[in-house]
């Protein structure tokens, strides 16, 4: 089994002068962070959405019938992002 860790393209420098470290990767891991990124953050909204709805009509406040509608438009706007980096949903 390959080292997972030797399959990203990683470029380290530090400088100890300015004691600061610059670390370089491949366009493709930076697509990779990102779509797992969104992809979490796709599970936490969808959560967040659910636990919502299961509460019942006259139990939701006021802010939660505001906070239901912006976590909708965030999801889509959040799977739209996902899927222009590559990821897949389905």
């Known amino acids: 089994m390959k080292n997972p860790i030797k399959q990203f393209k990683l470029k380290n420098e530090y400088n100890i002068k300015n004691n600061k470290m610059k670390v370089e990767i491949d366009p493709e891991t930076a697509d990779g962070i990102t779509r797992c990124s969104l992809k979490q953050s796709i599970a936490y909204i969808r959560e967040d ?3 919502i709805k299961k509460k019942k ?11 239901l509608g912006e976590l909708i438009i965030l999801l889509d706007a959040i799977e739209k992002t996902f899927d222009y980096y590559g990821g897949n949903l389905k």
């Open 49 to 51: 959405i659910a636990n």
């Open 57 to 67: 009509k006259g139990k939701i406040e006021y802010y939660q019938h505001h906070e």
